[in-house]
């Protein structure tokens, strides 16, 4: 989801967004994040995954779950700035994605394939 977080002041209280820092508006009020969805609880206004597991994606939640486990990416994104938690998820993202089509390389099979791929064109040139 790209956009602006907020960088806004605000008010008291403890936020797993961090200090300062505004949650972005679900795609829809009612409409649970893909990840509230997928382990079957409540998505409310804090939510952490909410920002960057929209409803319409539930595959890229179902993936990292898989792969990583959904205490893990809480902690991790808990554990991270907010400006770099987009980043982290679509990395996150994209390493299950390769782990579910290869669970022994992962994206390291993907990367040796493309240098195989590249040494070949190279020599052909």
Same mark, same amino acid.
């Given at each position: ?7 806004? @002041? ?6 797993? #967004?961090?200090?300062?820092? =505004? &949650? ?6 009612? %409409? ?36 990583? @486990? ?6 991790? #994104?808990?554990?991270?700035? =907010? &400006? ?6 679509? %990395? ?34």
């Amino acid at each position: 989801p790209g956009g602006g977080g907020g960088d806004g @002041g605000g008010g008291g209280g403890i936020s797993i #967004l961090g200090p300062g820092l =505004q &949650h972005r508006k679900h795609a829809t009020s009612h %409409s649970p994040c893909a990840a509230c969805k997928f382990l079957r609880r409540k998505c409310t206004a804090e939510c952490v995954f909410a920002p960057y597991f929209p409803p319409d994606q539930p595959h890229k939640f179902a993936n990292v779950h898989k792969i990583f @486990g959904a205490s893990n990416i809480t902690k991790l #994104l808990n554990e991270l700035p =907010q &400006h770099q938690r987009e980043d982290a998820v679509n %990395s996150l993202a994209y390493e299950a994605d390769a782990r579910v089509k290869d669970p022994v390389y992962g994206c390291v099979g993907a990367i040796s394939l493309l240098q195989r791929q590249v040494a070949q064109l190279q020599n052909e040139l």
